[in-house]
């Protein structure tokens, strides 16, 4: 059974609206954007820097 965890919905911000889980079995991050983009993090650094950049 996959399991992931839904972690954050931005309010403000370059990332308003967007929509993150996170699967610990693949130990991945996925940001799903309000523009209907996907993107798939391996680790939280990049995960991070792609949710703070401007």
């Known amino acids: 059974m996959n399991k992931t965890i839904d972690v954050i919905y931005p309010t403000h911000g370059i990332r308003t609206g967007s929509q993150v889980q996170f699967d ?3 130990h991945t991050w ?3 954007t ?3 983009l996907e993107r ?3 680790n939280v650094t990049s995960y991070a820097r ?3 950049k401007g």
């Open 30 to 32: 996925t940001v799903w």
């Open 40 to 42: 798939t993090f391996r």
């Open 50 to 52: 792609y949710m703070t």
């Open 24 to 26: 610990p079995s693949a």
């Open 34 to 36: 309000k523009q209907g």
